[in-house]
Structures are given as structure tokens and as C-alpha cells.
């Protein structure tokens, strides 16, 4: 058995920004404005620095014509770095948000087209939080940390530049007695940090989960009186996510030492820049720009510090992200069979020695051999865990065999694009959920697309007319998965089947819910509505077993006429 891709708590991180390079395809543009924009508002800011100087050594010699000019020049550099400020910032959210997105549709498209076998592998809370919790702290992180952080970088490296023009003795001792100390302590944090926030990013995804599972599960869990060991269970995710939490703090809190070294740097620097004053060494204006400069840069470098643990965070919500996309990205329809003529629309199911386990050392179905012709009427029947859930998602493509192939009409269905797969066999299963809308618009969600009429003349068709107008708004009805009954869903469910008009129509148990007379006359309906459809019901009550015209005992795959001939193997 082939088991599906898991995804991982602690994706790796390596290289995680070069795998995500693709998603810029569209945004180059942009990006490539909004560096300009940035470059263009340091480099003001740090003129408006050097300009202070300018004017200070200006307004000490008099001169009153330079010290008019110069101090114009930093009316306008103080200006001008305000505006590319803000445009600086404005144009790099807005492109991350554009980014976001997009790599939001490709991962929320690349689920919906995951195998089942995948989403089933995977509890529903998990793929939620990647799909939602990443994104959100990845826009927020883009939204306010990723504007200071490029600041930050960009404005720090142009102002070492413009000291080391003013003075490069004194720049390298500066940078000397600053660095090393400086990206030990940064270069401890990051060694640190992704674990911490990977481990953190995990915590809460359980915590997620455990509520997503829940919360449909609050009345078995009340009436079977499990709530207290449910929140046991909750209670072991939250302790989990608080221990991460405690080490996130303790991790964060390392920077700190980033404050006394900048103190003692810039304790030295005063002495060391009144001492070439008093030797003429250096004048007035430029130790006044050193001292604004190197505090600025420890600023700077501060906030960029303290912004690298925004972004190790950042890294890992995207490297779990990229983790969901590689995992369901790669299950895209593969073969040649992707237009409706090259698929009949009608034709025979085919399955050759077709084996499924949902485990290593049990196979549900093993070697399953059945010709299914177009327009037959088969019932599959069988014990619980006989397989004939599992057949009935074999033969819709929802599950891919571990052995032999499933073929429609000479074409094996792995081959065939999924929304052309739809429009030819479809699965009505048990359990129906619907989204929060009309009943029209619930009724709509086929393959098909209908129109309104449409649905109105499926609705008449199968006999439902009565049972919409006892409606308090008949189609227009606003409904959900909790407003109608498991029956009303399932009336919903064959309804959408029929307006695709499919080849091929599986019914799992899909009339169990809802009464016998009911049940038939949809059956019956359904039937009507094509008379070379091929129906497959997966049935328990014997008046459904009886409306067949073979039936095909699961788990041995024995193959009777239901009028009583003579079993065959298939």
C-alpha cells in the first residue's frame, strides 16, 4: 500500500525562501518598485543625518549664505524621506498581501484536488491551521514586521557607508568593538529559534485541531458523558502549547544583551570623538554625525534584531505552508484524458485485480475483478467493514488502488481530470454536509453548473416539489449542515447528482436516512431520468437490495442475479 504524504510538524526550513521564488511570478514588477522606493527613502533618511553635520559646521563658521542653503537641503531630505518612507511601505504590503493571495488560492486549490486517502491521513484542524494560521501570521508579519525589517537593513548598511566616508579608522573601530559581540549573541538566537517556533507553530496547530474536531462532536461527546476526558486531552495540547510558548519567551529574551553592548559602544565612542576634537582631528559637525549616526545604527540594528525573531517565525509558518502545497501539489491530473470528447459519455466500469488497504497488513479489497456494463443496476452489499464503502469510493476515483486499475469506458480514471471525472461518475455518500446558503444554491454545487430552471425542473423530476415548498422560502431557504436533517441532506445530495447527469451514479447508503416510500421514489426517479445510466447502490435494506438487477456481496466479490439464478464470480 502506497501511503499518502504526511505532513510534517517540523518541516525543514533550509533554502525556504528560494523554494518559495516561483509564487513571484506576477509580483516582479512590483517588487522591483518597491526596492527602488526603499533604496531611495534610506538613502534621504541618511542624508538627513549628514546634513546635520553639514549645517553644524556651517552655522560654526559663519557662513551664512552655506548655512541657508544647507539647511534648506535638510528641510527637503526630511521631507522626502518621510514621503518614500511611507510609499516604501505602502508598496511592499501591498505586494505581500498580492503575494499571500495568491500562495492562500494555490494551497486552499491544491487541497481541494488532494487525494482523499491524503485528507483523511490528516486531522482536519491540522490542514485548517496551515491554510488559515500560517497565512494570517504571515500576513501580519508582512503587514507590519517585513516594512521595519527592510528599513531597518537597508538604512543600517547606507549609514556604515557614510561614516566610513567621514572617517573609516574610526568606522572600522566602531564596527570592531561592536560586531563580533553583536551577531554572537544574534547568530545564538537564530541557532535557537526555529526550533522554538517550529515547536510552537505545532502546539498550536494541536490546539487547533482538538477544537475543530470537537465542536461537531459536542452532542455525542455530552450525551455519552466523554466531556471530561475530552478536556483532559485538550488540557495535554494546551500544556504542550504553553511549555512552547515558556521556551519562545526565554529564546526571545537573549537579544537583550544587544542593549549593554550598544552601551558600552557608544560610552567609547563619546570619549574617543572628544579626543580627536581636542586634537583637530575631526570637527564639530562630523563627531555630531558620528554620535547620531552610530546611534542610529545601533537602532537600527536593534530593530533588526529584534525583528529576525518575527521573521525565523515567518520562516517557519512559510516552510510549513510550502510543506502543504509540495504534499497536495503534486496529486494534479497527469494524463491525457482532460477533454469531455475524448471521454464518452457513457460506457462500461471495469475494475482488474483491484487491491485497497487503508493499513500495511490488512487489504479492505484484494484482487477485485468486476465488469460493471453501461445501464446496469448493481447492488453491493456486505457486512460492516466488508469494503463496500471503499468499493463504491474506488469506482467514483476518490480513493486510487493500491493494485489493478479502474477503467470508464476503456480509460483508466487516473488518467482522466478530476472535474471530467465528476461529470461522469459520481458518489452520493452517507454523510452529506452542506454550505451556508440558499437551498438553491447548495442544489447548484455540481459539476454541471446549473441554471435556475434547471434546478427547478430536477427538483419536480424527483418528485421533491413538495417538500421544497414546505420550505419557508422554498429554493430561496437559507440552510446549513445543522438546519436540515441527515435525510433532508441526503434529498439535497441525489439532487445535485442528477442535474450533473452522470455516466455512472453511486449511491452509498444515500436513502437510509429518509423513509422507505421516499426512498424509492427517488431510486425510481433516478433511474427514470436515464435509461443507460448505470446506478450502483451500496445497500443494507432488502426493498433496495430487491430493486437491483445483480448484487455483488462484499467482501469475497460474489457476483448473484438478484431474480435468483445462479452466483458467478465476477
Known amino acids: 500500500m ?71 537641503l535638510l528641510l527637503l531630505l526630511v521631507v522626502g524621506s518621510g514621503v518614500l518612507a511611507w510609499l516604501s511601505r505602502y508598496w511592499l504590503v501591498r505586494t505581500g498581501e498580492h503575494l499571500l493571495a495568491a500562495l492562500r488560492e494555490r494551497a486552499t ?47 543600517l548598511l547606507l549609514t556604515v557607508v557614510m561614516l566610513a566616508l567621514y572617517s573609516w579608522p574610526l568606522t572600522v573601530l566602531l564596527l570592531l568593538a561592536f560586531l563580533p559581540a553583536a551577531l554572537l549573541t544574534v547568530r545564538a538566537f537564530h541557532h535557537r529559534a526555529g526550533p522554538v517556533y517550529a515547536e510552537v507553530a505545532a502546539a498550536e496547530a494541536a490546539v487547533a485541531a482538538g477544537f475543530a474536531e470537537s465542536l461537531p462532536a459536542q452532542e455525542q461527546l455530552r450525551t455519552s458523558g466523554s466531556v471530561p476526558r475530552w478536556l483532559e486531552r485538550f488540557a495535554r ?39 580627536l576634537v581636542g586634537r583637530g582631528a575631526l570637527s564639530v559637525g562630523a563627531a555630531v554625525v558620528f554620535v547620531l549616526a552610530t546611534r542610529d545604527v545601533f537602532h537600527r540594528f536593534e530593530d533588526l534584531a529584534g525583528a529576525i525573531g518575527d521573521a525565523r517565525e515567518a520562516q517557519v509558518r512559510l516552510a510549513r505552508l510550502l510543506d502543504l502545497v509540495r504534499a497536495t501539489g503534486q496529486h494534479g491530473p497527469t494524463g491525457s484524458v482532460r477533454t469531455a470528447d475524448a471521454l464518452p459519455p457513457r460506457g462500461e466500469l471495469r475494475l482488474r485485480g483491484v487491491g485497497f488497504g487503508h493499513r500495511h497488513d490488512k487489504r479492505v479489497i484484494d484482487g477485485l475483478t468486476l465488469t460493471v456494463p453501461a445501464g446496469e443496476r448493481l447492488v453491493v452489499a456486505g457486512g460492516t467493514g466488508s469494503g463496500k464503502s471503499t468499493l463504491g469510493k474506488l469506482l467514483a476515483g476518490l ?43 447548495n442544489l447548484a454545487m455540481s459539476a454541471s453548473r446549473p441554471e435556475r430552471a434547471a434546478v427547478e425542473r430536477t427538483v419536480e423530476l424527483l418528485g421533491l416539489t413538495e417538500w421544497v415548498d414546505s420550505l419557508p422560502y422554498g429554493l430561496d431557504t437559507e440552510v446549513g449542515t445543522r438546519t436540515l436533517s441527515a435525510g433532508e441532506r441526503q434529498l439535497v445530495a441525489v439532487a445535485r447528482a442528477a442535474l450533473t447527469d452522470p455516466a455512472v451514479l453511486i449511491l452509498d447508503e444515500a436513502t437510509a436516512g429518509v423513509d422507505r416510500m421516499t426512498a424509492a421514489r427517488i431510486e425510481e426517479a433516478l433511474a427514470a431520468l436515464a435509461a443507460d445510466r448505470t446506478l450502483i447502490v451500496i445497500a443494507h435494506r432488502a426493498d433496495t437490495i430487491a430493486r437491483g438487477r445483480r448484487l455483488l456481496t462484499m467482501p469475497d466479490g ?13
Open 109 to 155: 486549490a491544491a487541497v481541494g484536488a488532494a487525494p482523499l486517502r491524503f485528507l483523511e491521513a490528516h486531522p482536519s484542524g491540522e490542514l485548517l491551521r496551515r491554510l488559515t494560521g500560517e497565512i494570517n501570521g504571515l500576513a501580519s508579519f508582512a503587514a507590519g514586521t517585513l516594512p521595519d525589517l527592510v528599513a531597518a537593513a537597508t538604512v
Open 237 to 275: 495540547a494546551n500544556e504542550r502549547l504553553l511549555e512552547a510558548q515558556s521556551a519562545e519567551v526565554r529564546t526571545e529574551l537573549r537579544l537583550n544583551r544587544l542593549a549593554l553592548i550598544q552601551a558600552g559602544c557608544v560610552a567609547g565612542l563619546l570619549v574617543l570623538s572628544a579626543v
Open 2 to 72: 502506497a501511503d499518502p504524504d504526511r505532513l510534517a510538524d517540523l518541516p525543514d526550513q533550509r533554502a525556504v525562501f528560494r523554494r518559495a521564488a516561483p509564487f513571484l511570478a506576477g509580483h516582479r514588477a512590483a517588487l522591483a518598485l518597491t526596492v527602488v522606493l526603499n533604496l531611495a527613502g534610506a538613502g534621504a533618511a541618511v542624508g538627513v543625518t549628514a546634513s546635520i553635520g553639514r549645517v553644524i559646521d556651517a552655522a560654526g563658521g559663519g557662513d551664512r549664505p552655506a548655512l541657508i542653503r544647507r539647511a534648506l
Open 399 to 441: 480513493y486510487a488502488p493500491d493494485a489493478g486499475s479502474v477503467r470508464f469506458a476503456g480509460h483508466d480514471i487516473a488518467l482522466v481530470d478530476p472535474a471530467l471525472l465528476r461529470s461522469r461518475i459520481v458518489l452520493v455518500p452517507q454523510e452529506v454536509h452542506l454550505v451556508d446558503g440558499t437551498l438553491a444554491e
Open 558 to 570: 460474489r457476483l448473484t442475479d438478484i431474480a435468483g439464478e445462479t452466483a458467478v464470480r465476477p
